[in-house]
């Protein structure tokens, strides 16, 4: 059984930083692309970052430059380094593993809130 579990996520000030991780099991996911995902209320889901399987990172605009995405496949482990972090940053951030089948975590909230 394939899980994705998220954990990291909490309230945070404008300006703070948090990193998120992501436990995936079940998978190799040295054989997947990994990544992040939010949801804001209200919202569609947007994509924030993602790695493939070598070194090449990709990141949605609105996070470039403030947050980095990376990963150890020897732990099955994927970060989110979250620096600067906006109020818009306000979500639940799923971790997502794409390849021959795509899977999802069932989320971390992050909360930007002074």
């Known amino acids: 059984q394939v899980q994705l579990v998220e954990s990291g996520g909490g309230l945070v000030q404008p300006g703070g930083s948090l990193t998120l991780s992501c436990v995936a099991s079940g998978l190799a996911s040295s054989d997947h692309r990994m990544g992040w995902d939010r949801q804001a209320s209200g919202k569609e889901r947007e994509f924030v970052a993602g790695i493939g399987t070598g070194v090449d990172t990709y990141y949605g605009d609105s996070v470039k430059g403030r947050f980095t995405i990376s990963r150890d496949n020897d732990k099955n482990t994927v970060w989110l380094q979250m620096n600067s972090l906006k109020s818009e940053d306000t979500a639940v951030y799923y971790c997502?593993?794409?390849?021959?089948?795509?899977?999802w975590g069932q989320g971390t909230q992050v909360t930007v809130s002074s």
């Open positions: 997502t593993a794409a390849g021959a089948v795509d899977y």
